[in-house]
């Protein structure tokens, strides 16, 4: 079994860290947190104190001095589920999920999961079926369908779907093995540029200004902890694209908030302009979505050299999926997760995780390697880039092994209330998870409230 401690170790190793930063990490806490047999808890801790790393490390190349990084295993548990315990004004947790979205069985009595959270996956799953837009319509129409078939029908017209797999399954497919022999993530030099000292600063990432093209979960948190360290932070979205709105609240403190349309020159034109001031480029589209509109690592690295880019994707860089889509519980049913899941459980059908883990640990995680890339700017110079998925993420948190966990108590938000922070915004009294970061000398703040999207206009705050 591996304790948090080795994980960090790990990943501070894998990320090019000094061997002696990890005396300031704190790690406290034990499994289990969650119910699950999968040791989510440890993965939340590891990664959460990786990021704290990372920000001590740059602080330390700030002002001379090391901090201590301290991660309860609890809190860190809490943090990966925080959309759970999001609350307006005290009312109903905000519900993200449309109603045709979920598990079904196909024709030949496999599980699919169709997610169809966004109105244009919904309408082209239903084109596929060819049936009502009830659950009971939908139903009926992926009984007519083999489980492999119509996985493979609807990615194939680029919606959301995974057709669940065992783990032994999954390790034979050929997309499993291109992704086992990538590391969790990865951190290389794109380009060259002269070294960038920080100057003296209050916070650890203040000045540095980030580009956040995300959605959903993995993405926006990494922005989020970013401003949490000082960072400027201006999330681009496009006026056009739907978004889920319950997620743009729990991921948006601390950020400014921009629409560009990238599909217009003009729009181009200005998230160039934007990109030549920036320091950290974060993307989490589809492979090639945002490469197709000119702002590849590479294209990036020269319009501003020292640049650290972090390219987020689903199924990884490598193999016959890097260019699927997909969302964090479609990658758990599909590579074996929820399958082990019901196995253990004794149950027909997926059984997840008790969180969103592959989505919370990429966010830390392009967090963690945005500021590793910072520091390597720092101390050798260099344009650098990022590169992690959500299956990369899933593969290490099954590394990290098992526990026998299942029964354990499912906090609710009353269990939770010692872990909750709330903040006025335009949306209304927002209820949130606070950070599981602790910083002896600079503790993670977001110095401004969520906002709706396309709030700013396209240019960085002065």
Request: hydrophobic share 40%; with cysteine.
């Amino acid at each position: 079994m591996t304790t948090p401690e080795q994980a960090l170790t790990e990943l501070w190793q894998l990320a090019g860290g000094p061997a002696e930063a990890l005396d300031s990490a704190i790690l406290r806490g034990e499994e289990p947190v969650l119910p699950s047999i999968f040791r989510v808890g440890t993965a939340a801790a590891a990664t959460t104190a990786a990021s704290g790393l990372a920000a001590s490390e740059l602080w330390r190349l700030r002002s001379g001095r090391r901090q201590t990084v301290t991660v309860d295993m609890r809190a860190a548990a809490i943090a990966f589920r925080a959309e759970r315990y999001l609350r307006i004004d005290d009312g109903p947790p905000p519900s993200g999920w449309d109603d045709l979205a979920g598990y079904y069985q196909t024709g030949d009595g496999r599980w699919i999961q169709l997610h169809t959270n966004f109105p244009h996956h919904r309408a082209g799953a239903l084109e596929v079926l060819d049936c009502e837009p009830n659950r009971d319509a939908v139903a009926k129409a992926l009984c007519g369908w083999e489980g492999a078939a119509i996985d493979d029908a609807l990615a194939e017209r680029g919606l959301c779907a995974a057709l669940m797999r065992s783990s032994e399954e999954w390790s034979r497919h050929p997309h499993a093995v291109e992704l086992a022999t990538l590391p969790v993530f990865e951190i290389e030099r794109i380009g060259d540029a002269d070294p960038e000292p920080l100057p003296a600063a209050d916070r650890p990432l203040a000045g540095v200004r980030v580009l956040d093209l995300t959605r959903v979960i993995a993405g926006p948190v990494c922005g989020r902890e970013l401003a949490s360290h000082g960072a400027t932070v201006l999330r681009v979205s496009g006026p056009h694209l739907p978004s889920l709105p319950a997620l743009v609240i729990e991921s948006g403190r601390g950020k400014h908030s921009t629409f560009i349309d990238l599909r217009q020159e003009e729009g181009r034109d200005r998230l160039r302009a934007l990109v030549r001031e920036a320091d950290v480029f974060v993307q989490g589209y589809r492979p090639g979505a945002i490469a197709g509109r000119g702002f590849s690592p590479e294209e990036l690295a020269r319009e501003r050299p020292g640049i650290v880019c972090v390219s987020l994707s689903a199924y990884g860089r490598k193999g016959p999926w890097s260019g699927r889509r997909g969302f964090d519980s479609l990658v758990q049913v599909a590579t074996g997760i929820a399958d082990a899941g019901s196995r253990a459980a004794g149950v027909d059908g997926p059984k997840p995780l008790p969180c969103q883990a592959l989505d919370h640990g990429s966010g830390f995680l392009c967090a963690f390697g945005a500021m590793m890339g910072l520091v390597k700017r720092c101390e050798e110079g260099g344009s650098w880039h990022v590169r992690l998925s959500l299956a990369q993420t899933g593969r290490w948190i099954e590394s990290l092994g098992c526990i026998d966990a299942l029964g354990y108590p499912d906090p609710g938000a009353e269990d939770v209330a010692d872990l909750l922070d709330t903040v006025e915004s335009p949306f209304g009294k927002v209820t949130y998870v606070r950070s599981p970061v602790g910083l002896g000398e600079t503790p993670p703040l977001w110095e401004s409230p969520p906002v709706p999207l396309g709030t700013h206009p396209p240019e960085w705050p002065r």
